[in-house]
């Protein structure tokens, strides 16, 4: 049972570049949810999603894209990396009874 | 917007020592807290949760209290460890689901030995 998987864990882009960074989950659950995490600024939702087809937006959404075609993956796509975006990204899935956040490793993103 | 605001930054205990980290937030509407641990390099990870219908939650060395008039809520740990010594971050729902949190900014606990 992997849980939340994450890539890549590290990643170094050029200003302008875009990338996706993948997250899947083996656990069945509805609920998914991408967090970044800055030094001093604890964890901040970015994007969600509570089911396959359904996205929406958290606090710090500019930047970033999502989809959700199935119930395992939510990939976070970067469209043009600003220096700005530099930080450590957690994937996280629960489910709605529970509540309960089970992160990935974290995918720690530097954009020179 | 809604906000959660976490209080020591940093907190330094001597072993066997009891430590307390304090959480405000500010939605009404939130009824589920959480609280994640996280040790260096690695991911955060649940260590107790309580819900808004509830005052006290006790599991083993750890508690948590919550005053929903004051919204207000507390990690307790007793009988400190070394291994205790991590960041812990509080969380509160934003509204009533248990989808969408508002994370506090982390406190980073150093249990002396």
């Known amino acids: 049972n992997a849980g939340v998987t994450q890539t890549p864990k590290f990643q170094v882009l050029k200003t302008g570049q875009s990338m996706t960074l993948q997250c899947a989950q083996d656990m069945n659950h509805e609920y998914m949810s991408w967090y970044r995490q800055d030094p001093g600024m604890g964890l901040r939702l970015i994007h969600y999603?509570?089911?396959?087809?359904?996205?929406d937006q958290g606090e710090v959404p500019n930047g970033y894209n999502v989809s959700r075609s199935t119930t395992e993956d939510f990939p976070l796509r970067l469209l043009s990396a600003a220096p700005s975006q530099t930080s450590v990204y957690f994937c996280?899935?629960?489910?709605?009874?529970?509540?309960?956040?089970?992160f990935g490793e974290g995918s720690r993103l530097t954009v020179l | 917007g809604e906000n959660v605001e976490q209080h020591p930054s940093t907190l330094s205990v001597q072993e066997g020592d009891s430590a307390v980290i304090k959480c405000t937030y500010s939605?009404?509407?939130?009824?589920?807290f959480p609280w994640y641990k996280q040790e260096l390099g690695k991911r955060p990870q649940l260590i107790i949760d309580?819900?808004?219908?509830?005052g006290e939650k006790k599991d083993q060395r750890i508690a948590v209290t919550l005053n929903k008039t004051a919204k207000h809520f507390s990690l307790h740990i007793t009988e400190t460890q070394p291994e205790d010594s991590a960041v812990y971050f509080c969380?509160?729902?934003?509204?009533?689901?248990?989808?969408?949190?508002?994370f506090g900014t982390g406190t980073r606990l150093k249990v002396l030995a």
């Open positions: 996280a899935s629960s489910r709605p009874s529970s509540g309960e956040l089970f």
């Open positions: 309580i819900r808004s219908n509830v």
């Open positions: 939605d009404s509407a939130s009824n589920y």
């Open positions: 969380a509160a729902s934003k509204g009533s689901g248990t989808y969408k949190y508002i």
């Open positions: 999603s509570v089911g396959a087809g359904i996205t």
